[in-house]
């Protein structure tokens, strides 16, 4: 037996529609409907009085409002990929998941190892320049924090049905290698992530870690044969970073702490990233033993 067997039977409901030119397609239409989608929320939003204030928000991130606005419009590229799925590769929305049942139990064991480790993480002392402090009081968060639940649901899990449930499961149907399946959907992911007007000398270095936790997230859906542990993975470390502490005046609106800088401070980003790629080592192998069968 492989630690990939179970891939095998992730990616059958994608067999019969593995060819490149569709795969090519599917992506590209999935491209124009997402920019369609997200024109016309765009008109709605400017239609509001108050427009000019949310779009500060909506840039910045400063206010609950703007982060869960922005985080449940992920809804829309879920819709685009359903479409694209019945239209070209006749394939339903559900069996990018793998099995239901066993998604559940291994989203089940990934939160639960990745919160307590999360948990562990944050109770270890940081260096000053790292410290956070309360970026709001724990009476204002809480009503926050289910609202923000559901809407970091929905975004991580997005992401991940568009880049390990059908993209990987295409590219795998296609190529037998994991260099493949494995690394041209998370490279694309970490592409996606690249913002040098936001980070500057740092982008390539947060657009790289976005690419190895697409490779990490890739190898859990392969083993585990389902998307449970990747969606676990991915939510743990994002109310992480937007519900639990974030960086200073930057998607930190609905974040219980914030840390004493922000995407600008290069050296001390820096910094934080050497202590972020252990961690999501840990985590990674945490994930592994808990979905162990």
């Excluded at 295409?170 to 994991?178: D, E, M, N, S």
């Excluded at 690249?194 to 870690?209: H, K, Q």
């Excluded at 990747?230 to 743990?236: E, G, M, N, R, T």
């Excluded at 914030?258 to 202590?275: K, S, W």
Aim: hydrophobic share 55%; proline share 6%.
């Amino acid at each position: 037996m492989t630690p990939y067997d179970r891939h095998q039977d992730f990616i059958a409901p994608a067999r019969a529609s593995a060819g490149v030119p569709r795969l090519i397609g599917s992506f590209v239409f999935l491209i124009f409907a997402v920019g369609a989608f997200n024109l016309a929320l765009l008109e709605w939003l400017q239609g509001r009085s108050d427009w000019a204030q949310l779009q500060v928000e909506l840039t910045d991130g400063s206010t609950a409002r703007g982060v869960l606005i922005t985080l449940v419009s992920f809804v829309l590229p879920a819709g685009a990929l359903w479409v694209s799925l019945r239209l070209i590769h006749k394939r339903g929305l559900r069996s990018l998941f793998g099995p239901l049942r066993e998604a559940f139990h291994d989203f089940y064991k990934v939160l639960r190892v990745g919160l307590v480790m999360l948990g562990v993480f944050l109770i270890i002392p940081m260096p000053e320049a790292l410290r956070p402090d309360f970026h709001m009081s724990f009476a204002d968060w809480l009503p926050l924090v289910p609202l923000g639940v559901l809407a970091l649901l929905i975004q991580v899990s997005t992401e991940e049905l568009i880049f390990r449930g059908y993209l990987q499961s295409q590219l795998a149907a296609r190529f037998t290698h994991p260099a493949v399946w494995m690394v041209l959907p998370s490279v694309l992911f970490g592409f996606l992530h690249l913002s040098p007007e936001t980070y500057g000398d740092n982008a390539v270095i947060i657009a790289l870690w976005a690419v190895g936790f697409g490779i990490v997230a890739a190898d859990l859906t392969a083993r585990a044969g389902n998307l449970g542990p990747a969606i676990a993975l991915h939510f743990v470390n994002n109310v992480s970073a937007l519900l639990i502490m974030a960086m200073s005046g930057h998607w930190d609106g609905l974040a219980l702490l914030h840390v004493p800088y922000g995407p600008d401070d290069t050296d001390i980003v820096r910094t934080a990233l050497l202590i972020e790629g252990p961690v999501l080592l840990c985590l990674w192998l945490a994930a592994r033993i808990a979905i162990r069968r």
